[in-house]
């Protein structure tokens, strides 16, 4: 794989002295950024409020034994265009750990829910998919291959979108106008091209987004993306990716050290710190803080002005839910599943079927269900207990087998937007328009004074590990750079002076 980087490489070396920062936060954003300010010549310390480093990349182990099988409950797949993320991969030496993610409907056995409430295998979707369209389209005298590329971008908005995206029509008569022109012969894959790949489709026709919706169309870039097969994983978890970053780190990584307030002062920044049940205040000469909003609006903040104060209340954050269970073994090979994803529907909306790596005796991992949105609240509201009981239900619908006796052999569950450091699983801007998403990012990322805001809410590509090197490495440019007496209050001061 050849990887290209975005990361500027061309400042090793530091303007002026070396500082000393402080960051708040040990996800990708703050230990991205941590390493780059070293690498710079700078001091780092981090503070972590929690006793694990990686934030919102979290890959549970079933045990402790070697190889054991691990559930990604945060971040699991990253989309080669995402070349930073690649970068630090190949930089780690990790590349040799890059295999290929076998993403939702990717496996011609792979099941779909379709109306009458049934289950379709992916090869034998297309007719009652095509049957499910509107009639006014299906009667119109497309070409059978229109008519499927329709269905096929409907079943897939269907099974990634929250709820409030399926409600509106996804393919319109427009759309097909244009695609009917196209020769989407090339374009046919799966199982005697019963599908379509309709990223390669957008990618060479971007034209076609003219016509779909406002708001299909900034959520389209997400749905093609996950459903590509241009995306990728780390074989032995995404933790790799944050696990290296943290060894390469030489100055002191805090765990349990949680923040609770923060106060920007003329020449620095107070943090109020909660540790081993004492709170003391810590006077730092620079902060990163990566800290993600919901959080951040529940501490102190002093000496912030009042549009930053706005956008840390305003920023909204989406809920999502994974369950995952350890399985004694993946029965699902036995119906001729080899990965990928099943559109489950239900509260239980995606099933995902990850790759068994190493010893088959330690079991395989199911990732029973994966809900954004008003579905991941859904079934946030369950109790621990009844949730279970419900995922159970559902997905043995498709896999009877999952009810044996033993089958299943432990259970985890992550419910984001309950989550205690982060309170949501991502900032997602799907219902605003480009100008409004820039000036959002715009609003999070501006610092005050010394104290400086990473995180993927910082960035263009939010809800991705992208977006958050994206913003760690803008506030390290922007660190790197700062003169002491060039914030708001020091220009206040020398307006004063003079
Ligand atoms: C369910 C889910 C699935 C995802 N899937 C993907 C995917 O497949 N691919 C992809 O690229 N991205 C995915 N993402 C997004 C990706 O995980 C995030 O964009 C990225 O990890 C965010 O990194 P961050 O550093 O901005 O924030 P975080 O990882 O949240 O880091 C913030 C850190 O601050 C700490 N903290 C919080 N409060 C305090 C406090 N008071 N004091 C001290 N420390 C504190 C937290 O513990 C955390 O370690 C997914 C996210 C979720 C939730």
Redesign the pocket.
């Known amino acids: 794989m050849s990887v290209t980087s975005q990361t500027d490489e061309r400042s090793d070396h530091t303007s002026g002295e070396p500082k000393t920062i402080t960051v ?8 991205v950024a941590a390493y780059e300010l070293e690498r710079r010549g700078h001091r780092v310390r981090i ?4 006793n ?6 979290h890959t549970y182990r079933f045990g402790s034994a070697k190889g054991a099988q691990f559930a ?8 080669i265009s ?1 070349t930073r ?1 690649l970068h630090y991969i190949a930089k780690l030496g990790l590349l040799n750990q890059v295999r290929e993610f076998r993403t939702i409907l990717s496996d011609d056995d792979d099941l779909l829910r379709v109306k009458d409430g049934g289950y379709v295998r992916v090869r034998d979707a297309p007719k009652a998919l095509v049957s499910a369209l509107d009639p006014g389209l299906t009667e119109h005298g497309y070409r059978y291959n229109t008519l499927l590329f329709g269905s096929w971008l409907n079943a897939c908005l269907n099974a990634v979108a929250p709820a409030q995206f399926r409600d509106h029509p996804n393919v319109n008569a427009d759309l097909l106008d244009l695609v009917d022109r196209i020769d989407l012969e090339p374009y046919l894959c799966g199982d005697s091209g019963s599908k379509v790949d309709l990223h390669s489709v957008f990618a060479d026709h971007p034209y076609l987004r003219s016509v779909c919706s406002g708001r299909h169309e900034r959520f389209l870039d997400d749905v093609l993306m996950e459903t590509s097969n241009a995306i990728f994983r780390l074989r032995h978890g ?1 933790d790799a990716l944050t696990d290296g970053l943290a060894a390469k780190i030489r100055g002191p990584l805090l765990l349990g ?4 307030g923060l106060s920007v002062r003329d020449d620095g920044v107070v943090v109020g710190v909660r540790h081993g049940g004492m709170t003391s205040s810590w006077h730092c000469d620079y902060v990163l803080c ?3 909003f919901p ?2 609006r529940r ?1 102190r903040l002093d000496g912030f002005d009042d549009d930053k104060l706005s956008v840390i209340h305003e920023t909204q954050y989406w809920p ?1 839910t ?1 369950i995952a269970f350890h399985c004694r073994e993946a029965f699902w090979t036995a119906d001729g599943i080899t990965g990928g994803a099943s559109f489950t529907g239900g509260l239980v909306r995606q099933t995902y079927y990850p790759p068994v790596e190493g010893d088959r005796s330690l079991g395989a991992v199911l990732l029973a269900s ?1 809900t ?1 949105g008003p579905d991941a609240e859904k079934i946030s509201k369950l109790d621990p207990v009844t949730r279970h009981e419900v995922i159970v239900t559902e997905v043995s619908r498709m896999h009877p087998r999952l009810r044996e006796p033993g089958m299943i052999l432990a259970t985890v569950s ?1 419910v ?1 937007g309950e989550h ?3 309170r949501g ?2 900032t997602i801007r799907w219902t605003q328009d480009a100008a409004t998403c820039e000036e959002q990012r715009q609003a999070a990322a501006r610092p005050q004074d010394r104290l400086f805001f ?4 910082c960035s263009s590509k ?7 090197i994206e ?2 490495i803008d506030a390290v440019h922007s660190i790197q750079w700062h003169e002491p007496f060039s914030g708001r209050r020091s220009a206040q001061r020398l307006r004063r002076v003079v």
Do not use: C, D, F, N
């Not at 990604?72 to 989309?79: D, Q, S, Y």
């Not at 990473?454 to 809410?457: I, K, N």
């Not at 939010?462 to 958050?468: D, H, Q």
């Open positions: 708040l936060g040990a996800g990708v954003a703050g230990l503070l972590e409020g929690s694990r480093i990686g934030g919102r990349v990604e409950l945060g971040a699991m797949r990253i989309p995402h993320a995404t050290h949680e923040v609770v990566t800290i993600p959080v951040l501490l999502a994974k994966y954004i992550q984001w205690r450091w982060s699983a991502a990473a995180g993927e809410h939010p809800a991705w590990i992208e977006g958050a913003s760690a």
